[in-house]
């Protein structure tokens, strides 16, 4: 019997999965457990639909990361922080405050966990990192740490 899966079931298949199951495995375990519907004309349909949706959201957002890597590539971020006697940082910059720095000069909102760092930021002066946009989109972007007002 042909059954599309609700929810990933081990040894079957993933979620949205069109399997072949036998006619008691899927009456007596899968349909109890809202684990599976069987694979009618309605079902197929909405698994096509999901699937032509889910590509939808990847190219989309693909498109989206890729020019948003486009305006950052090679660009430089300034950010300022207190600092002490020979130029060294009270702290250091971190992903976070670059993130927000991207925010406001560029209006790309990227997260902190995908801004890569080489090394700590602790005197002022120029850096490079790297931002992830997408799964293999990433943007080289330089940090300048000047000196706070």
């Known amino acids: 019997m042909k059954v599309v899966l609700l929810a ?6 993933k979620k949205g999965q069109l399997v072949n199951v036998s006619d008691g495995y899927a009456r007596n375990f899968l ?15 909405e698994l096509k639909n999901a699937e032509e949706a889910k590509a ?4 989309t957002e693909t498109e989206a990361a ?18 002490g006697q020979g130029g060294r940082l009270f702290g ?3 992903a976070k405050e670059i993130a927000e720095a991207l925010k406001a000069q560029y209006q790309v909102d990227v997260d902190k966990r995908k801004i890569s ?17 997408y799964a293999g989109i990433t943007a080289k972007v330089y940090v300048m740490v ?3 007002n």
């Open 31 to 45: 349909f109890p457990k809202k684990l599976a519907k069987e694979a009618n004309a309605q079902a197929m349909n």
């Open 8 to 13: 990933d079931v081990k040894g079957s298949g």
């Open 56 to 59: 939808y959201k990847i190219k």
């Open 92 to 94: 250091s910059v971190t």
């Open 117 to 133: 760092i080489d090394g700590e930021i602790k005197a002022f002066g120029s850096y490079s990192c790297e931002v992830k946009l």
């Open 146 to 148: 000047g000196e706070d």
């Open 66 to 83: 890729q020019k948003a890597a486009a305006l950052l590539e090679g660009k430089t971020v300034k950010v300022t922080a207190k600092a």
